[in-house]
């Protein structure tokens, strides 16, 4: 089932854009911890967790999601890279800059964020492990902002993976972890106080998506 995926999982980068989410980089390591996080949301077979990192006054978010649906319509709904995808609330623009291979590229990105504060961009390395026996795939997400020179937006920085596994033949568990710097004088509370909310919405929104 999944060596028709390889073509369309180069996934470049279509992750949960939430309306205001978290920050500053850290590396994809940090993440294969399951120490520190708090269950902040439980609901609809999705759970949102949260914790604070030693580096960073925002939080970063974790999220597991069971979604009823088989893996390709889950891949699906995820989008390509190219365009924003229904279920990012904050996608303005999406573009794949240069593809390194089927499952490796490089994507630029616009978020809309809401007034007052100013858009930002990102630029996103993002590269695929597919493991066709185990019926998974794992993105990792590194930011790349040196690949692509800073334009009239405040520059994002984000790090993150998140893993696509099949558990049956109609359904599929998803789990997104992700810790952004969104640059700027932005106010760590701003992010932190809806981040549970404005995950939990976005993920609920691609597994409508993928379930339909």
Request: charged share 25%; net charge negative; glycine share 4%.
């Amino acid at each position: 089932m999944l060596k028709c995926l390889k073509t369309r999982i180069a996934l470049n980068y279509p992750i949960p854009l939430l309306l205001l989410t978290l920050s500053l980089a850290v590396s994809g390591t940090a993440y294969s911890s399951e120490q520190g996080w708090i269950l902040e949301r439980e609901e609809d077979r999705i759970k949102v967790y949260t914790r604070p990192e030693s580096d960073s006054p925002f939080l970063a978010v974790k999220v597991t999601a069971v979604i009823n649906a088989s893996f390709e319509k889950v891949v699906e709904a995820m989008g390509s890279g190219d365009g924003c995808g229904e279920w990012r609330a904050v996608c303005k623009s999406s573009e794949i800059m240069s593809t390194v291979s089927e499952t490796e590229n490089y994507v630029y990105m616009v978020l809309d964020l809401p007034w007052p504060i100013s858009d930002r961009d990102m630029v996103i390395h993002s590269d695929a492990d597919i493991d066709l026996e185990a019926q998974t795939v794992t993105v990792n997400l590194v930011s790349a902002s040196s690949s692509h020179p800073e334009q009239d937006y405040v520059r994002a920085e984000s790090n993150g993976q998140y893993l696509i596994t099949a558990i049956a033949d109609e359904q599929v568990e998803f789990t997104y972890i992700m810790h952004t710097d969104f640059g700027g004088d932005l106010s760590p509370d701003i992010i932190n106080t809806r981040l549970s909310t404005s995950t939990y919405d976005d993920i609920k929104q691609l597994q409508e998506l993928a379930e339909k």
